[in-house]
C-alpha cells in the first residue's frame, strides 16, 4: 500500500509561491492539495483557474485537487484543462452524483467524492466502485487550522468496510487538522492520503516536516 503526503497549498504563503511549490516540488510529498472554495458552498473564498495555472506551470508532482463549490459539473473541463490530476466533489454538492462522476472520468481526471464531518459513509454505498478516492473531512471545510474532529476514525473505519470486496484499491484521504500527532493513528483505522496545511507551512522547516511525515507513514505500514 503507498501512503501519500498531500501538502496544502492554501496554507502557502501566496507573496512566496513559487518558492513554496518548488519546496514542495523537492520535498518528499506526494501530491500537490489544492482546495478550491467559492465563497457560497464554504464562507470563504480560495483561488480558481489562474492560480491553479500557475501551481501547475510549475509543478512537478500531481495536482490533487479539491472542489468545495456548487455546481462543480459546470467546471470540472475547466479543472481538468487547468492541470488537475485528480478531481474530488463534494457528496452534499451534488444533487446527480453519478453524473457528476461519469464527468470527472470523461475529462481524463481521477475522481474522488468528499464527505462532510455529519455525512455517512453508507451514502456512498451505490457509487463506491466508481470512484479512485473518497476524501473524508476531518474539520468542516472551510478554514484552515481547525481542531480535528475525532469521529473521522469511525468513519475511517467504516469506509475501509464498505470497500472490502468491491474497491479495495480506493483511495482514503483525510483532511484537516492531520499532523505528525495523529497520522499513525489514522492509518490504523484505514487511511492512505494525508492532506496537511498549515502543520506543514506553519513549521520553521516545512521540507523536515513533510520528511518527518512521509517517515511516519513509511514506519507505520506494519501496523
Not at 514542495?24 to 510529498?29: D, F, G, K, L
Not at 485537487?65 to 457528496?91: C, N, S, W
Not at 498549515?198 to 506494519?222: Q, Y
Amino acid at each position: 500500500m503507498k501512503y501519500i503526503i498531500a501538502p496544502s497549498i492554501l496554507s502557502a504563503d501566496f507573496g512566496n509561491l513559487q518558492r513554496d511549490i518548488e519546496m514542495i516540488n523537492q520535498s518528499e510529498a506526494d501530491w500537490f492539495h489544492v482546495d478550491v472554495m467559492d465563497g457560497v458552498f464554504v464562507p470563504n473564498i480560495s483561488f480558481g483557474f489562474p492560480v491553479m495555472a500557475a501551481v501547475k506551470k510549475h509543478a512537478t508532482k500531481p495536482l490533487d485537487v479539491h472542489l468545495m463549490i456548487v455546481e462543480p459539473d459546470k467546471y470540472v473541463q475547466e479543472f481538468a484543462d487547468a492541470g488537475a490530476d485528480r478531481i474530488t466533489v463534494h457528496y452534499e454538492a451534488c444533487t446527480h452524483l453519478h453524473r457528476t462522476i461519469q464527468l470527472i472520468k470523461l475529462s481524463g481526471c481521477k475522481v474522488g467524492v468528499a464527505l462532510n464531518p455529519h455525512t455517512p459513509v453508507t451514502l456512498l454505498q451505490d457509487v463506491i466502485e466508481d470512484l479512485d478516492l473518497v476524501l473524508i473531512m476531518s474539520v468542516n471545510p472551510g478554514f484552515g487550522g481547525q481542531a480535528f474532529i475525532h469521529n473521522t476514525y469511525k468513519k475511517i473505519v467504516d469506509l475501509k468496510r464498505l470497500i472490502e470486496g468491491k474497491n479495495e484499491e480506493l483511495v482514503i484521504e483525510v483532511d484537516g487538522g492531520v499532523g505528525l500527532q495523529n497520522i499513525a493513528k489514522l492509518i490504523s483505522a484505514g487511511a492512505t492520503a494525508f492532506v496537511a496545511g498549515n502543520a506543514i507551512f506553519a513549521t520553521d522547516n516545512p521540507t523536515e516536516t513533510i520528511a518527518k511525515m512521509k517517515n511516519l507513514v513509511t514506519n507505520s505500514i506494519s501496523i
